[in-house]
């Protein structure tokens, strides 16, 4: 028999008793509409719990820094040396998974220096927020204003008041910054996060002080790779070859692996909960393994006629096969769409991304013609083995 000739005999077969068909394949609608949901909403989890850790918008990548820590820091610092030189780029550029290397860009309002301030007889690497115009709002003296722009004046936390001027008013004294004495122009009181010591105006500083050099660059890698095992080797590349490798070293940001293990974490909590869902199918694909040996019995005669008039093992086994498969087949292919229903009005009400992925579909697929075979395996096999003179009795 032609093998379209038996697709079209099952699909008869199960349309002829479509209550039957439809019962038994519920099971396998759910189950297909359970992994479903889950592993799309899980995945617009994990995509919204991505760019809420790496602040971006882009999750299509990834991305970390790569950072250069001088042995000596503080004579490093008052060097021309460049961190990160074309060589060093191009080094990184040619690490497997990278697929974008830049400097990177710090936040306007994130603009931090390290400074020695003179504290008594000793020196401190002090840290300064850099300020377009405004910084906190001071408690005692005056706020930074546009108008002291190039000026030499700073405002300075209460913590570094204490360590200045143990027994006196700071505001009107002055400050000495790398050899550079500052008016202290009002004393702001930071939160118990922020280390931020004095606030100068960007201007300012540029003035009296030259720039910082670019310590960090940041890479991008495809979110399908792995970002911290690429980290890790654009870091031994740069610590073998690197322009500084005899200088300092060089290291990436720990989010990287932070990213990894998040991202891990989430899609094997997906794995298991659709684990727990596929067992549905299991249940399902015992009913459909019922239904068949059900359809054997009604159709003992057919198979004996169909045996006499010289039909094979392999033809009357086929037969049956196909019958279990396109009944798991149809339940398959509802179950993915009322999956996707569900997974898409799931995501809006969360405010996650609905994620269209044909792997998904290649899954549902997968899973539904893996249970029709299995669980129809048995049945039409026995039925090909049964007695031609039996069968037609």
């Known amino acids: 028999m032609k093998i379209t000739i038996s697709i079209e005999t099952a699909i008869k077969a199960i349309l002829k008793n479509k209550r039957r068909s439809f019962l038994t394949i519920i099971g396998i609608i759910v189950g297909i509409a359970a992994v479903i949901t889950i592993v799309t909403v899980g995945r617009g989890y994990e995509r919204y719990s991505l760019k809420q850790l790496l602040n971006t918008e882009d999750i299509k990548n990834n991305r970390t820094k790569i950072s250069f820590s001088p042995e000596d820091d503080e004579n490093f610092g008052k060097s021309s040396f460049v961190y990160f030189n074309e060589h060093d780029l191009d080094l990184v550029r040619s690490v497997p998974g990278v697929s974008e290397v830049q400097y990177e860009k710090e936040k306007p309002d994130q603009v931090y220096r390290y400074q020695q301030v003179v504290l008594g007889k000793n020196s401190q690497n002090t840290k300064i927020h850099l300020v377009d115009s405004k910084g906190e709002k001071v408690i005692a003296g005056k706020d930074l204003s546009s108008a002291d722009i190039g000026n030499k004046v700073v405002t300075v936390s209460n913590q570094l008041v204490k360590e200045l001027f143990p027994n006196g008013d700071a505001v009107g004294k002055t400050v000495e910054i790398a050899n550079e004495s500052f008016l202290i122009k009002g004393v702001f009181e ?58 300092g070293r060089y290291e990436f940001a720990n989010d990287a692996e932070m990213t990894d293990r998040i991202s891990s974490s989430l899609q094997m909590l997906t794995l298991i909960v659709s684990f727990i869902a596929g067992i549905s199918l299991f249940i399902s694909g015992v009913g459909v393994m019922n239904m068949v040996y059900t359809s054997i019995s009604e159709r003992i005669k057919e198979i004996g006629i169909r045996r006499a008039l010289g039909a094979t093992e392999r033809a009357i086994q086929m037969q049956f096969l196909l019958e279990g498969l396109t009944l798991t087949l149809f339940g398959g292919i509802i179950g993915y769409l009322l999956g996707d229903i569900i997974a898409f009005v799931i995501s809006k009400s969360m405010n996650l991304d609905f994620i269209f992925d044909p792997f998904v579909a290649f899954l549902a697929m997968g899973i539904s013609v893996l249970v029709g075979l299995v669980f129809s395996y048995i049945p039409s096999k026995n039925a090909s083995k049964k007695d031609v003179v039996e069968l037609i009795k």
């Open 190 to 247: 930071p939160d118990i996060t922020n280390t931020t010591k004095i606030e100068m105006n960007k201007a300012t500083y540029e003035n009296y002080f030259r720039g910082a050099p670019l310590k960090n660059i940041q890479i991008t890698v495809p979110s399908d790779q792995n970002l911290a095992k690429v980290a890790d080797k654009v870091v031994k590349n740069l610590s073998k070859s690197g322009s500084m490798k005899n200088q």
